[in-house]
DNA sequence: CGTCGGGTTGAGTCCATTCAACTTCGGTGG
DNA sequence: CCACCGAAGTTGAATGGACTCAACCCGACG
């Protein structure tokens, strides 16, 4: 069941057998939420971490107008609120994109990782550093790529991220969102949003149908998206 | 000279004596930056983490077309780079928006730190979530704010992350940035920034001379903003 | 067979950009 | 002392990108 997760972690630097199992031991009660539902709500104070084992779930905002905005996709092997273990108190909330299976991880199991296994919060820490590099890849993508750029260089993160665990099918992924919550992580309107895909697939870079997406031109869609891995950190050394 | 950072981390929990000095022996070394100088150059793999002790410095990254993305701003008690302590490689650039003091800590110590005080480790972190909360809500504001509504969210959060460094004068504090660098930030153009400042500035909220932004109407500009302080996680508790 | 949510397309409006000119101000050298 | 210069700020006009409103299509499902 933790088996994304540990390739997740696994990727920045090897996972030892012992810290395999403190985070086993960590993770016991799995929970299931459907589509839509919030798996944070915002304001609240939990206790437990909460790491996905399947499906996609992502952060959000309501601003007072009623727009929302995502600020982070999570997918299998991702902790959507990690962040909460030191944070305490939930800025924003959390929701299931799709049927999501996750476990989650009591903060007094993580904070006894972090009183006696060094080595293991530090790739925890790291994950939500990455975390942030992504965010950062965000902002730039929001203020200075053309949004067709924009589009082509979250294709290619999730391509990217979704590798690594595992959840990818030759040059295709699954991505069960609707062209309106899609808008909602750009930051434009669902009718632009269609238009922007249009473009992409008239450039017959990808192919969009039945929420699978199929990367036709990697080269050229990485190049479409000025996509530079690096923030990522996907290199495995010692951290 | 640490007495920003002190009061950065210490806003969160309470800092012990004995953790202070911790702190004071891993940061040393001091330096100097002029304006428009890189504190730290992308693609670089630092062996140091830098901390601001005065000045305002910002993350940012540049795109082929030439087009600049500052990801954020950092001002005194901030470490710029906490986060390559176990990123590594740079996957950005740093820079000096003014004169910069700064004093630096070798990674070797932080990497002790994580071996032998658990609970400063925890803050350690923390910071870098914090980090990662202010990205989130610059992400919000870039995609579904107005750009006003936005200008007057970042007013909001330096008026206030400065409050508890000390570096702000009854309503009003130094912003030692051009419109252009703004907009930067903002992801704008430079004439479009101008027109928003002059917006706030014609609403009465704020004035703006000199490169020091003076608070006019404060519930008014929290109004304009949507500013809820939460996601900047002030309240002091056992983390 | 009708309905409903999601996707697609067109038309008109508004917002943000570019290009360009002009001002203001501090600094510097004649 | 002031004339000049360059960097930053401000303003106008025209272009183009993104939005809203609205209609229509289509496949899933009751």
Chains 1, 2 share one sequence.
Not at 147 to 162: D, G, M
Not at 176 to 196: F, I, K, T, Y
Not at 200 to 228: S, Y
């Amino acid at each position: 069941m933790l088996e994304s997760l540990y390739l997740n972690l696994g990727q920045h630097d090897a996972l030892s057998k012992n810290e395999k199992a403190l985070l086993a031991d960590a993770m016991s009660v799995e929970k299931y939420f459907v589509t839509g539902e919030d798996i944070v709500v915002e304001g609240s104070r939990p206790t437990v971490s909460t790491l996905i084992v399947d499906g996609l779930a992502a952060r959000y905002k309501v601003l007072e107008d009623g727009g929302r905005q995502f600020t982070s996709l999570q997918v299998a092997g991702d902790f959507v609120d990690l962040h909460a273990f030191l944070l305490k108190t939930m800025d924003h909330g959390i929701m299931a994109l799709s049927p999501c299976h996750v476990v989650v991880a009591e903060h007094s199991k993580l904070r006894a990782i972090t009183e006696q296994a060094p080595h293991l919060t530090r790739l925890l820490w790291l994950d939500t550093l990455v975390d942030g590099a992504i965010h950062r890849e965000w902002i730039v993508a929001m203020g200075r790529r053309s949004k067709t750029s924009h589009l082509a260089h979250l294709i290619c993160e999730l391509f990217v991220r979704l590798q690594v665990v595992k959840k990818t099918q030759d040059m295709s992924f699954h991505l069960p969102l609707s062209q309106a919550e899609l808008a909602d992580v750009l930051g434009l309107s669902v009718v632009h949003m269609n238009r922007v895909i249009g473009t992409l697939r008239r450039m017959n870079v990808i192919n969009w149908v039945n929420h699978t997406i199929t990367i036709l031109d990697w080269p050229r869609l990485v190049g479409i998206a000025e996509f530079d891995p690096t923030y990522l950190s996907m290199s495995n050394e010692p951290r």
